[in-house]
């Protein structure tokens, strides 16, 4: 272990201790403080803060989560940042509500209990934890790829409590989704370290919802409407989700099962490349656009590929939702062999 120093976060006033071997992001997950995040590997810059005063010096990161300029003017990616002395930085993007209610992530030993095709090249893949792994609903782990020291982050569909389940889809050369073309099988160990994220339900009943998810992007989607089933939730929700074609829909019929216990509910799939009229056609956030009008009284719950998330909150912020009420994983992948 290295040299330990202070980082304060401003305008929050929150202290923490992070040792010189640990980024500022890691040292704050172990202390409970749950910082905005999202890739946690320098690609998406949910963590971009600034620097007020201090030594620090960051791992590799990609220009596009953090420009050179913004760089030499003193923004740094915190889930890249390591301190050589006592840090002050200010939080460009914190949810008060978040901050202080962070779990601590844990590594687990899981089992796998179930590999099962959902589509043609999105699996569900279901884990049985041999320790409790407490998280919200909502976010996700990462998974560790067998024989390697390589991590890969899924979130969970599954609310909490109970087996872990994961909706992944399947890449050509994919690190750990290529191991879902029967290489893994049940009963298979897996190591999961989390909870991470914070594309977690905020209470805020008298607002309306959308909900909004593409592709392997239903999985957190999905678990929140699970969620707001089982609470019976009385919220005005929209669910839109984008897919290609038909063929690439999913668990339609537990959506529809999940709809009809609220009140005010429904289901909108877009297909972008499907000429078929059996569904919505167009970019999902085109088919939001029609569907939807003022949305400055409503919250959103987003997550898929990056250039849905970046479209989405152009959208949503025009039609007057505040992007303060935008919550989103914006999912990078990998496809190293």
Same mark, same amino acid.
């Given at each position: 272990?290295?040299?330990?120093?202070?980082?304060?976060?401003?305008? /929050?006033?929150?202290?923490?201790?992070?040792?010189?071997?640990?980024?500022?992001?890691?040292?704050?997950?172990?202390?409970? /403080?749950?910082?905005?995040?999202?890739?946690?590997?320098?690609?998406?810059?949910?963590?971009?803060? #600034?620097?007020?005063?201090?030594?620090?010096?960051?791992?590799?990161?990609?220009? #596009?989560?953090?420009?050179?300029?913004?760089?030499?003017?003193?923004?740094?990616?915190?889930?890249?940042?390591?301190?050589?002395?006592?840090?002050?930085?200010?939080?460009?993007?914190?949810?008060?509500?978040?901050?202080?209610?962070?779990?601590?992530?844990?590594?687990?030993?899981?089992?796998?209990?179930?590999?099962?095709?959902?589509?043609?090249?999105?699996?569900?893949?279901?884990?049985?934890?041999?320790?409790?792994?407490?998280?919200?609903?909502?976010?996700?782990?990462?998974?560790?790829?067998?024989?390697?020291?390589?991590?890969?982050? #899924?979130?969970?569909?599954?609310?909490?409590?109970?087996?872990?389940?994961?909706?992944?889809?399947?890449?050509?050369?994919?690190?750990?989704?290529?191991?879902?073309?029967?290489?893994?099988?049940?009963?298979?160990?897996?190591?999961?370290?989390?909870?991470?994220?914070?594309? /977690?339900?905020?209470?805020?009943?008298?607002?309306?919802?959308?909900?909004?998810?593409?592709?392997?992007?239903?999985?957190?989607?999905?678990?929140?409407?699970?969620?707001?089933?089982?609470?019976?939730?009385?919220?005005?929700?929209?669910?839109?989700?984008?897919?290609?074609?038909?063929?690439?829909? #999913?668990?339609?019929?537990?959506?529809?099962?999940?709809?009809?216990?609220?009140?005010?509910?429904?289901?909108?799939?877009?297909?972008?490349?499907?000429?078929?009229?059996?569904?919505?056609?167009?970019?999902?956030?085109?088919?939001?656009?029609?569907?939807?009008?003022?949305?400055?009284?409503?919250?959103?719950?987003?997550?898929?590929?990056?250039?849905?998330?970046?479209?989405?909150?152009?959208?949503?912020?025009?039609?007057?939702?505040?992007?303060?009420?935008?919550?989103?994983?914006?999912?990078?992948?990998?496809?190293?062999?």
């Amino acid at each position: 272990m290295g040299d330990k120093h202070r980082i304060r976060f401003e305008p /929050v006033g929150i202290e923490i201790e992070a040792d010189e071997e640990e980024t500022v992001l890691d040292a704050a997950f172990r202390q409970g /403080v749950q910082l905005m995040h999202g890739c946690k590997e320098g690609q998406c810059s949910s963590c971009k803060s #600034f620097l007020l005063d201090g030594d620090q010096q960051m791992e590799r990161y990609s220009t #596009f989560a953090l420009a050179d300029y913004e760089s030499e003017e003193g923004y740094v990616l915190l889930c890249r940042a390591h301190a050589y002395g006592d840090l002050t930085v200010e939080l460009i993007n914190y949810d008060e509500e978040m901050l202080l209610s962070g779990i601590p992530p844990r590594e687990v030993r899981t089992t796998v209990a179930a590999v099962e095709p959902m589509t043609h090249d999105i699996v569900r893949l279901t884990l049985d934890p041999g320790d409790e792994l407490p998280y919200r609903t909502g976010q996700y782990v990462d998974i560790r790829v067998p024989g390697t020291e390589h991590w890969r982050s #899924f979130s969970m569909a599954q609310l909490p409590g109970g087996t872990l389940e994961f909706l992944i889809k399947r890449y050509p050369g994919g690190l750990f989704s290529g191991l879902l073309d029967g290489t893994l099988r049940p009963g298979d160990p897996l190591t999961v370290k989390g909870p991470y994220g914070t594309c /977690v339900m905020r209470d805020a009943p008298d607002r309306d919802l959308i909900l909004l998810a593409g592709g392997a992007g239903m999985a957190p989607i999905l678990a929140q409407l699970r969620g707001l089933a089982a609470t019976g939730s009385i919220r005005r929700t929209r669910f839109y989700y984008g897919a290609r074609t038909e063929r690439d829909l #999913f668990a339609l019929d537990e959506i529809a099962e999940l709809g009809s216990r609220l009140p005010d509910f429904a289901f909108v799939p877009a297909l972008s490349e499907d000429p078929s009229g059996s569904y919505e056609q167009g970019l999902i956030t085109d088919v939001v656009d029609r569907h939807e009008g003022d949305l400055s009284t409503a919250d959103a719950y987003l997550c898929g590929p990056p250039p849905m998330c970046d479209a989405a909150l152009d959208l949503l912020t025009g039609k007057g939702m505040p992007e303060e009420r935008i919550f989103l994983d914006k999912f990078t992948t990998s496809t190293d062999t």
